[in-house]
């Protein structure tokens, strides 16, 4: 009874081997470049990039000024207003790095924010053409080691199916 169940076990990779196989490949950046929505994704990136930079300067400026002014006067303080300013000026410098990391953290949020939505648009083409077509794999060139003469490109059938 073990042999026959050892023998089945054997057998049986054999006939999922002798399945017919469809690989394609999709072409997935050249399609997101491809898409209307990626454009209006990279300008509102661009707008919320140029108002972080933007207010980044006003405080940039403002320290700038309160150091310059500080070197200045520096002389013709006394101590107890020589302190005052410096923790001024650290303070401005603190409000600075904490903007920063918030903006790039607020930039990073936005941005897969954006980007979700086109991805799964994408990810849902290449599924509805697989089922038509009957890929049984479907991978992108970017991670594909070796592409064969067989090999079908699918990314005209996934354009054609988002309309681009």
């Known amino acids: 009874m073990k042999k026959l169940i050892v023998l089945l076990f054997m ?11 469809k690989i394609a490949y999709v072409n997935t950046q050249d399609i997101f470049l491809a898409l ?10 661009a707008d919320l990039n140029e108002k972080y930079k933007g207010e980044l300067k006003t405080m940039q400026d403002e320290y700038t000024k309160k150091y310059s002014d500080f070197v200045a006067q520096q002389d013709s303080l006394t101590e107890n207003i020589k302190l005052r300013r410096m923790q001024e000026i650290e303070d401005i410098r603190g409000r600075i790095d904490n903007f920063m990391q918030v903006a790039q953290q607020d ?4 941005q897969g924010e954006l980007l979700q939505p086109i991805q799964d648009k994408i990810q ?5 053409v697989g ?8 991978v992108d060139p970017q991670v594909l080691l070796y592409t064969g003469t067989n090999a079908i490109d ?4 996934v354009k054609s ?4």
Do not use: H, N, R, W
């Not at 929505?37 to 990136?45: I, S, V």
């Open 11 to 21: 057998i049986l990779p054999l006939g999922a081997i002798a399945q017919e196989v």
């Open 36 to 45: 209307p929505d990626a454009g209006d994704m990279e300008k509102k990136m």
């Open 107 to 110: 930039i990073q949020k936005k």
């Open 124 to 128: 849902k083409a290449i599924k509805a």
């Open 131 to 138: 089922d038509e077509k009957g890929y049984t794999y479907i």
């Open 154 to 157: 699918a990314t005209s059938f």
């Open 161 to 164: 199916k988002l309309g681009i």
